[in-house]
């Protein structure tokens, strides 16, 4: 079974984690890095991937930052998305192999991950036809971005714990109208923590991507 490093890498600004991501796929695709998971907090954060068109931004950049949150361009694919403090964060750097070299299939898996991930807290969350993430009734709880250069994934996906849903106001998330936002907290009502929505991921990432585990503490994890 395919070793898989687990990192736990805290708050992390967006930037910090771009550039990591981008150093971990370059050693990947050498085959001088196992296969990574970061799973993280981002500090408050607009993100627009290659698709995202500029009327879901709701406020210039220039009042968003005035308000605390960076805005950034990225080479993900999707739309417009938030990201901050309580959302679990998840960048999966892995060579995917030939038998699952499929897009489509990559990003069910990664619903998948999400799914079994609620169902552990008693939440149903499932798929909607025609769009990506995982759904409870209307409103989105995780949301799915991707990118795959020479079959080396990254970035990845974002799941709502206790999440300050207000921020998805200043925004059209993920560019579709007349749907909600909704995190686990929310849902519970009660306080769910990060570090423990941490560990159910991961435990369901190495399940779904049938990979075997090897945590390390932030910082580390050199392959």
């Not at 992390?12 to 695709?29: D, F, H, K, N, T």
Request: proline share 4%; hydrophobic share 40%.
């Amino acid at each position: 079974m395919t070793r898989l490093v687990v990192r736990r890498l805290g708050r992390v600004p967006y930037a910090s984690g771009l550039e990591l991501q981008q150093r971990l796929v370059s050693e990947r695709q050498a085959g001088r890095a196992a296969d990574h998971l970061l799973l993280l907090e981002h500090d408050p954060v607009f993100t627009l991937g290659r698709n995202a068109r500029r009327e879901n931004v709701l406020f210039p950049a220039e009042l968003l930052r005035e308000r605390g949150f960076e805005v950034f361009e990225t080479g993900r694919g999707g739309d417009v998305t938030y990201h901050g403090p309580g959302q679990v964060v998840g960048y999966p750097i892995l060579e995917l192999p030939p038998e699952r070299r499929d897009v489509h299939r990559y990003v069910r898996d990664l619903e998948e991950v999400m799914i079994r991930a609620c169902a552990d807290y008693g939440v149903l969350a499932h798929r909607v036809a025609g769009l990506t993430g995982a759904w409870v009734g209307a409103d989105k709880i995780g949301a799915i971005g991707v990118r795959i250069a020479r079959w080396v994934t990254s970035h990845g996906f974002a799941l709502n714990v206790c999440t300050d849903l207000s921020a998805f106001d200043l925004i059209v998330p993920c560019g579709i109208r007349g749907r909600g936002v909704t995190s686990l907290e929310r849902l519970l009502g009660r306080r769910v923590t990060v570090a423990e929505v941490m560990d159910r991921l991961a435990l369901h990432f190495a399940s779904v991507f049938q990979r075997e585990t090897a945590a390390v503490e932030p910082g580390t994890g050199q392959a």
